[in-house]
């Protein structure tokens, strides 16, 4: 599976990012869809995971700000931010499994304040 992620950039406090993950290759099998992000100085963090089924986990400092979505076919995954905080800033990744983990290039978000 080749995951290319797009749609980072940089943003006043309060704004809104769309951020997009198109998958390739070996889709049929994908599992778990997410996406993680990484500040500067601290541990890569799970933000949001759309699971097998369809159900949904945000982590807490994102729920009611961000929104995951997938394609039906799973050739791509989806991040809306809004009422984006100095803290969003950091660098996300799209994640998938399937049978191993792939990893997206990761794009760059920066909210300044």
């Known amino acids: 599976v080749q995951l290319q992620a797009s749609g980072g950039g940089l943003v006043q406090a309060g704004g809104s990012l769309r951020l997009s993950c198109a998958a390739s290759g070996s889709i049929a099998g994908i599992g778990p869809m997410s996406w993680y992000r990484q500040a500067p100085g601290k541990e890569r963090e799970r933000v949001a995971v759309v699971l097998r089924d369809g159900s949904i986990i945000y982590a807490d400092s994102v729920k009611g700000r961000f929104t995951i979505s997938r394609a039906k076919d799973k050739s791509a995954v989806y991040l809306q931010m809004n009422s984006l905080k100095p803290e969003d800033t950091a660098v996300y990744y799209c994640?998938?499994?399937?049978?191993?983990?792939?990893w997206g290039q990761g794009t760059l978000v920066t909210v300044s304040s």
């Open positions: 994640y998938v499994w399937n049978v191993k983990d792939f």
